[in-house]
Every structure is written in C-alpha cells, then in structure tokens.
C-alpha cells in the first residue's frame, strides 16, 4: 500500500471513531459494541507506531471522548478526566508493566489496586467545604458538561460531609449506573444499562432525572493536594469513611499472575452481580509512584483496563421452551437471565437440538456461557458444572410437538445417520405452529414483503382466527380490524393499500414465499426461469413432472425431493391454487444488459434507509447477482453499520474488494 493511500486509511478510520464518539458521547446511542469501539482505536495507534508520518490532532492518542453538548453549560477540569489503555490478554498486561519498568529504569515488587469497572457514565464531583458545589460529565477529557443537579438526584452522592477528615477542597470521581433489575423495568426505552444512565443524566429538567433509579460508586479523585493518604487502597478506605460506596469487590494483588488469575474468576462471577462490568481496572497503588509514572497525552502510565470478553458472558437458565419452525424443526431455546453480552441485553439463547443438549448435558437452573458474535443468533456454548445443584434433573426433550403430532427424525441417505433435528411431520396447515410460521414467511421481506403485517400482527390476527391460511390475507374483515385496540382509519387504510399492492408479485418471489424447505430465493430463480410462468409450475407438478427440475442447474435432488413431499399434501396444492387466483404473478424477467452483468455482491451490516431486500432487488436490476457467502466467486463485499468482522476478514485474505454503501451506489450512478 502506497504511504497516501495509508494515509487516506487512516484518517479515514479517525473519522469513523469521531462518528462513533458523537454517537457514545453525545447521542448516548452507540451504534457498536465496544469491542469493536476498542479494535478501531488500537488499529489507529497500531498505525501511527508503524508509521511514523501518520499524525493527527483528531487521533484518540491526542483528544478524548467527544466535545461537549451545547444543551448544558461547559466547565472545565482541574485535573484531566482521561481515559484508560485496555489490555485484552495476559501479554497486554506484561507490556504494561514492562513499560513501567522502562519509564522508572529499574525492575521493582508493583502493588495493585484492583477495582471492577462498571459499565456506566464517569461524573466528577467538586467538594468545598464539605459541599458540592458543581458535578460535571467527563465531556471531552479537558470539558465536560455541568450537570450538577441532575447529579444531586442520586442518592449514593452526598451533598454536604461534616467528617473531619473531609479535605476543604476536592473533586471525588465515580461512575453512575442503573442496576440490571431496574433497567430490566425501564428495557423498552433504551439499548442497555449504560445508555439509560447516560440518557437520564442528560435531561434537562432534573425530576425527569429523578425517575430514574441511578446510582453512584466512587472511586479515585481529580484535584486534591494531601500528603497523608500513601495508597490507592488508602483513599478508598477514605472515602467509604466520607459517607460515598465504594465497590464491595476492590481488592490489592500483587503481581500479574494473580491479575490474570483474578480476572479469569471474576469473568466467570461477574454476572451474579447486580450491575454490568466489562472488565476490571489495574491502579499501582502507591500514589506517591502514580505522581511520579504521571500521563501520556490521553492515559495514565499506572492504570490499565483489562477488558472481558465482549462476545460471551455467564448466566443462568430459567427455563427450556420449544420454537417450531416454518419447515417443522423443534428448536430448544433457553430462557436465561438477562445479560450484556457486546452492548446488547441478550435474554435468550439458542440450544440448538435434542442432540446439542444431551452432549453438553444442560439442564434447566445451570450457569452456561452465552456467546453471541457477529450476526450470530446468542447459543450457549458449554455449562459450568461447578455452580449446578445438586437436585438438578436432566432434560427430556419432547418427543411430541406442541400441536399434539408425534415429532421424527429423518433418516439422512447422504451420512447413513438419524439427522440432529426433531420435526413434527409438515402436514400442510394441519400444524399451527407450522402454520403461523408459514404465515409469516409468507408476507417476509423477500417474500410478499406487505408493510404493517409484521410477525406480531400475524400472531394477533391468528389468535383472533382472522387469519389460517394465506389466502386468507386477502380476505380481511377490514370493519372488524377497525375496531380493535391500535387500529384506526389511517393504519386500516395503510394496511389494505399494502395488501393490494402486494398482490402483484413476480414467479421467483412467490416460489420463495411458499416455504418449501430447501427452496431459497436463489433455488426459487432457477425455478422460475424454467417454468417461465405459475400455470407452467402448477403443470409440472400437476403431471408429475417434477424430476425435470434435475435438468436446472443449482437445483439437485435435495430440492427435488422436497417440492414433491410439499406437494404431496393435496391441501398445499389447492392452497397454491388459490394463491395463484387470486395473486398477478408475473414472468421473472431477466435483464441481461444492466451494468452489473455476472458481477456477483454480498452484504454485511445494516444498510442505511435501505432494506437488503431492496438492495438486492437493484443488484439483479442491473443484471448482477448476490451471494450468500464469502468466496473466489465474489467480487464485490459491501459492507454497512456493524459489519461481521469474520466475513470482512476473510473477503480481505482472498483480495476481494470490499465497498461501502456509497461506493456500491456509486458503480448504479
């Protein structure tokens, strides 16, 4: 890479993390976890230490959080509110120490204090005479905004001190927090623990603060001139003394070995705790050798942030229940106590099948790991066996579905094995949980795509038996929706625009919208392509003719066997019939001169003001095609909000060129 495009990088990636300063700092709405928030601004310094001409006053090693908002007067610090360097493994922390080492010159025995770092919003609070006087947000490290009586409404935060002992002037530093179980009351407002204490600090009227039950924990001081407390440790001790909590974890080790050991334990423990953490915080507890360590330009040399993972985390399941799919598959999902697992409340887990439990032997109370990556739906990984009761019984799993059918296990020919999954027979519509599935894939984005008929609406429409059968969408008692709680004119109205509009559907869209199992939107175009019209498919199946299909190329015997099963049931014939009546289905028409001719796309991340199913309807537009996944065939990756790190990855390792949204928009002009 050239030194300008490096530079053109990096400044590329500085202006990425501002964005995302804005979002955390400003918005209190991040729009990535902070894994991936850290992974950006170690990239930055990874930069700027290989390349010594990369300089800028907007990288995180020169500036801190965000300027603040104009909504609330600024105040600036007596002392600098920096931030930390994290460490990830056991080598961050010997590279931290070794740098200590570096600085003073000499090797000597290091004291830590150890204190667990709760995932909330730094405060400062200034004290004269016993009295608090101002209360400021961190801002931009130098800045912060004066939010004092928000502030005055949490009641961890004195507001007069009488101990003796109290200095005339200081600035005590802490973090606000909501508890889980209160945020869990207030879940439906915002994204998690951390945004609802930004959130309500934030407020302009102070009793809108009040509603919220935040808390305070402190734990270190901005100015403060004393010569009679010696150690980090001292100070807490002090402070607890004052009349401020202090965290009930703090403790002192004394060399990284137990730093790590303490870490792998807590990691584990950490969600017992009524609070969120996302790692712990490492302070030399000599104050005496903090002062002389001293800063860089946005972290102190003594203190470090060992960061827990922000992929997994640690919590109890509650209850089993079972999910019947569209194609009939029981999936266990585990009912576990919320949990943050990357910035997101995660309060389910898949267990993925009978086989899955019986081989990690889960049973309901366990404490397991819940690992959630990328776009990945949350799963639990393994069970720590430690923490399980004594009483604890083994799953069974129900060997019939909750539509009363007995449930199977197809016999694969391919492996010569049982498959993991257990179904309950596709009997057409005969299954309702099946059935309402159906239903909603159905009107799905790639399917009919029928704006104000989301899967909630279905499920209502379903219980109220306004619903059985898709053709029954375009039969609505639209006087009777009328008067249900929620509905008035204009949604009833919005609603029937939508379902008319979706009658006029093309042959691929309608193929996928059936749920055949193992027909997908890509299988669903081939399909279509052959037949050339629905009354043409309707014949193939009609005369038995469906073997022909062998002849597409994509389409094997996998597919072939599933389209004669679907349709061996005469009630999915008539009610594909029906459909076809009652529904203007198009010819799939082919553009074989658009400008994306045998390019082939795929998507990761959220797109802006644009769905993937209208991003991919403009790629086959212009005559290209999307891929489902990252291979040589692909020639383009486009990448949106919070893409999946992996698939980015591996799109780099095979030289595929990877485009943003804009860029991507920019090759349809």
């Known amino acids: 890479m050239k030194d300008s495009e490096i ?109 667990p770092k709760i995932d909330g919003i730094s405060a400062s609070l200034t004290y004269k005479n016993g009295l608090l006087v101002i209360g400021t947000s961190r801002g931009d490290g130098t800045t912060g905004e004066v939010i004092t009586e928000n502030l005055k409404t949490i009641n961890d935060i004195p507001q007069k001190i009488t101990n003796k002992d109290f200095p005339n002037d200081i600035d005590i530093r802490g973090e606000v927090f909501i508890e889980k179980d209160d945020f869990n009351k207030l879940k439906n407002n915002f994204a998690n623990p951390r945004n609802a204490a930004s959130g309500s600090l934030r407020q302009k009227n102070p009793l809108e603060t009040k509603k919220i039950p935040l808390n305070f924990v402190a734990y270190t001081y901005g100015y403060f001139e004393s010569d009679k407390i010696k150690k980090q440790s001292d100070f807490l001790s002090s402070l607890k003394k004052w009349g401020f909590k202090i965290n009930e974890h703090n403790k002192v080790l004394k060399n990284i070995k137990d730093l790590e050991s303490f870490h792998k334990k807590f990691e584990n423990d950490r969600f017992d705790l009524k609070y969120d953490v996302d790692g712990l915080v490492y302070k030399i507890n000599n104050l005496d050798l903090q002062n002389r360590l001293g800063f860089t330009a946005n972290s102190p040399r003594w203190a470090i ?282 010819d799939l028409k082919f553009n074989k001169d658009g400008k994306l001719l045998n390019i082939t796309f795929m998507f990761t991340g959220k797109l802006s003001n644009m769905s993937r199913a209208e991003a991919k309807t403009l790629i086959e537009e212009n005559s290209g095609s999307v891929v489902s996944s990252v291979n040589k065939k692909l020639k383009y990756l486009i990448i949106g909000e919070k893409p999946t790190n992996r698939k980015v990855q591996e799109a780099k390792e095979l030289g595929i060129k990877i485009l943003s949204q804009k860029e991507w928009l920019n090759l349809l002009n």
């Not at 309060?347 to 990328?374: F, M, P, Q, W």
Request: hydrophobic share 35%; aromatic share 10%.
């Open 7 to 115: 530079k053109r990088y990096y400044k590329r990636r500085i202006n990425e993390l501002k964005n995302h300063n804005k979002h955390y700092f400003v918005d209190s709405s991040p729009k990535i976890s902070d894994k991936e928030y850290d992974e950006i601004k170690k990239e930055i310094f990874n930069l700027e230490k290989k390349y010594s001409y990369l300089k800028s006053t907007s990288s995180p090693s020169n500036s801190l959080g965000y300027t603040p908002s104009k909504n609330f007067v600024k105040s600036r610090h007596r002392v600098k509110m920096l931030s930390l360097s994290n460490a990830f493994d056991f080598k961050d922390l010997e590279n931290f120490e070794k740098k200590i080492f570096n600085y003073l010159n000499k090797k000597i025995e290091l004291e830590y204090s150890v204190e």
């Open 305 to 586: 942030a060992h960061k827990f993972s922000a992929d997994s985390a640690y919590s109890q399941i509650r209850d089993i229940s079972i999910q019947v799919g569209r194609t009939g598959a029981l999936t266990p999902v585990a009912r576990i106590k919320p949990v943050n697992i990357g910035g997101v409340v995660v309060s389910n887990a898949t267990l993925h099948n009978e086989d899955e439990i019986i081989r990690k032997d889960i049973r309901l109370g366990d404490t397991v790991k819940v690992e959630r990556a990328g776009d990945v739906i949350p799963h639990v990984v393994s069970v720590d066996f430690k923490k399980r009761e004594k009483k604890s019984k083994k799953f069974i799993f129900p060997k019939k579905c909750p539509c009363g059918f007995d449930t199977i296990k197809e016999f694969n020919k391919v492996t010569k094995k049982y498959d993991a999954v257990r179904r309950c027979p596709d009997r057409g519509f005969e299954c309702e949980k099946i059935a309402i599935e159906k239903i909603k894939h159905f009107i799905s984005k790639e399917g009919l795509n029928i704006d104000g008929l989301g899967k909630k609406v279905v499920e209502k429409f379903w219980d109220l038996q306004l619903i059985r059968f898709p053709q029954d969408i375009f039969n609505l008692d639209y006087t009777q929706i009328s008067k249900l709680e929620g509905w008035g004119d204009l949604s009833v109205s919005n609603l029937k625009f939508s379902i008319d509009q979706s009658k006029k559907v093309s042959l691929d869209r309608f193929l996928y919208s059936l749920g055949i199992r193992h027909i997908g939107i890509e299988n669903a175009k081939l399909l279509a392509e052959y037949t050339k019209s629905i009354s043409n498919f309707l014949n193939f199946v009609k005369n038995k003719k469906i073997n022909e299909f062998l002849n597409i190329d994509g389409i094997g015997d996998t597919q072939i066997n599933s389209i004669k099963k679907f349709f061996e049931n005469k009630s999915n014939y008539k009610i594909v019939e029906k459909l076809s009546l009652l529904l203007k289905i198009s």
